[in-house]
């Protein structure tokens, strides 16, 4: 028993001095830590860590700090998710890692459909109003930190067998599964109280998509479409923003901007799971880049051209104007070049491509807001 406790520690050791070494590329911890991911036991019989229980620790730990030379490792002032959560305390930051604060892409995607309905329901001539689109974005951090907080405690088994996500907090054993069901409870509380600052119908409609939001984590082990539900749960803020400025839903522009939402959603996810598609079929979960496989591009392009045509019919409805239609061509464009660039097969482009979707979301909604307020000078 003693020698195994030594090389244990002698082997941690020596990880440790590899973890900080400046010659050692990050390829070399990706391959360590996967040497570890598949042993499962937290402790040896004797009441000690398991060595790969141990090293696999030691390596998120390690993999969440970017290690720069002495001379260079000064903080700077950064409002980045990433910054924020390595700024706060130790114990609130696998909390923050949890609702996904250090990557707030995912945020972004479920606020945009949300910004994209309230300003087309803005009145002629008039910007968007700020104290909704404020109230929607507190609602898009809450509801995505309480979705990837599900999410992850659905796929605790699973998320310790892919590199990608074995370091996250509950997977990785930094928060147990009843601390992260206390942490949900808190998130959906507040989101509640954001929910009641609603008129009557925007409180049933939003209440309405919960089941949604619980049940997509479980889609992935039953259908090659979990994409197509995740677009149902994201882009409900399409119904709810317009319904919490008007009142209620005109569904001549709500269900056409709703449909764009989930036809976009089908193309970033895609692009998204392409990421872990080995993985994937090896923990037996399935995707649509599972099922699309080197069909990718061409489904891809017609969820695109799908996308487009809602939009146009939403901006028809909505009676829009040449700046919506401009912002609208500019969104064509930045999908086709995504698509046609895209290397499926390369996760680290994979991930870039579908980072890049906020920045289209955004141009949509500087369209509409724009078109919106050239409306006014054409009455005049």
């Given amino acids: 028993m003693f020698p195994n406790r ?12 590899t973890a900080v070494s400046r010659t050692c590329p990050p390829s070399c911890l990706s391959t360590l830590s996967n040497c570890f991911l598949q042993n499962q036991t937290a402790r040896s019989k004797d009441g000690f860590l398991s060595e790969s229980a141990v090293l696999r620790r030691v390596l998120c730990s390690q993999c969440r700090f970017k290690l720069r030379p002495r001379e260079t ?29 250090d990557k707030p892409i995912g945020t972004w995607l479920l606020y945009l459909p949300c910004t994209w309905s309230i300003a087309l329901a803005a009145e002629p001539g008039c910007l968007p109003d700020v104290g909704m689109l404020a109230l ?10 309480a979705g990837c907080t599900i999410n992850d405690m659905w796929d605790k088994d699973f998320d310790k067998q892919v590199a990608r996500t074995a370091c996250r907090p509950i997977a990785s054993g930094e928060i147990s599964r009843m601390q992260a069901l206390v942490f949900l409870g808190g998130q959906l509380s507040l989101a509640l109280c954001v929910l009641l600052c609603l008129n009557y ?5 939003g209440a309405s998509s919960l089941s949604l939001v619980i049940t997509y984590p479980l889609m992935k082990r039953i259908t090659y479409w979990p994409q197509l539900v995740l677009g149902l749960t994201f882009n409900w803020g399409a119904l709810l923003g317009w319904a919490a400025v008007k009142g209620s839903c005109d569904w001549s522009v709500c269900l056409p901007l ?17 990421q872990d ?40 409805n909505a009676e829009q104007t040449l700046p919506y239609y401009a912002a609208l ?10 698509i046609y660039t895209v290397d499926i097969n390369k996760a680290e482009d994979c991930w870039k491509q579908f980072s890049s979707n906020r920045n289209l979301g955004l141009v949509l909604f500087l369209g509409i807001v724009a078109g ?6 054409k009455e005049i």
């Fill in 6 to 17: 030594l090389s244990s520690r002698l082997t941690l050791t020596a990880l440790r001095w």
């Fill in 73 to 101: 490792q000064r903080r700077s002032f950064s409002l980045s998710g990433a910054n924020v959560v390595n700024s706060a305390p130790a114990h609130v930051q696998p909390y923050l890692r949890l609702m996904r604060l």
């Fill in 136 to 145: 929607f974005g507190t609602g898009a951090l809450l509801m995505r930190g």
């Fill in 201 to 205: 119908y925007s409180i049933a409609l």
């Fill in 258 to 274: 709703y449909f764009s939402g989930v036809m976009w959603t089908l193309v970033y996810d895609t692009i998204y799971a392409h």
């Fill in 277 to 316: 598609k080995e993985d994937d079929v090896k923990v037996g979960v399935k995707s649509t880049a599972l099922m699309f496989q080197e069909r990718t591009k061409l489904w891809l392009s017609g969820f695109t051209a799908a996308m487009l045509s809602g939009l146009v019919v939403a901006g028809v």
């Fill in 329 to 338: 061509s500019a969104v064509a464009v930045h999908l086709a070049r995504q």
């Fill in 372 to 377: 919106n307020l050239l409306k006014e000078s």
